[in-house]
């Protein structure tokens, strides 16, 4: 049994039935993210908290350090890799500073304009962002199975 197979038995465990193939590729997903999530919002909560760096700085900083975790694990525990990795985290990446563009927007927003908890924001940010990253990433940069009735030509 392989690792995937593995957490997939565990979710099924947990929800008590049987799920199918593209949800539980999502709670993986999910599962991934939840690691890579820590590894961004722990540098964030240290650097803005006890060095009192600059938040927006800081988190494209721990974004990248997220970016980074989230590949890695993704490209082993959700999708399946070409085995192109320049190519994949090349656009993985890209995906992810569009998602940082939208992360960046949103805690400007709701930090300097609403005056809301910079950590409080960062929450809704991955909220948000979690959508655009999962679809984005499966469309352009993990895409073993064609996607019935697509003639966009992937990148």
């Known amino acids: ?5 593995w957490i997939d038995e565990i979710i099924e465990k947990i929800l008590g039935r049987k799920v199918n193939k593209g949800l539980l590729q999502y709670f993986r997903y999910l599962m991934c993210g939840a690691v890579a999530t820590a590894t961004d919002v722990g540098i964030l909560f240290v650097l803005t908290h006890f060095l009192h760096l600059n938040y927006l700085v800081v988190a494209a900083v721990s974004f990248l350090c997220g970016i980074t975790v989230n590949y890695i694990l ?5 999708f ?8 994949e985290f090349s656009v993985f990446a890209m995906i992810g500073l569009g998602g940082l563009a939208w992360t960046e927007l949103i805690l400007w927003v709701l930090v300097d304009k609403l005056k ?3 950590m409080i924001a960062k929450l809704v940010a991955i909220i948000l962002v979690l959508q655009w990253n999962f679809f984005m990433r499966k469309r352009f940069v993990f895409y073993p199975e064609p996607i019935p009735g697509d ?4 990148i």
């Open 80 to 87: 399946q890799s070409s085995g192109k990795i320049k190519r």
């Open 116 to 118: 809301i908890y910079v």
């Open 74 to 78: 993704n490209s082993f525990l959700v």
């Open 1 to 5: 049994m392989n690792i995937k197979d």
């Open 151 to 154: 003639n966009i030509e992937k």
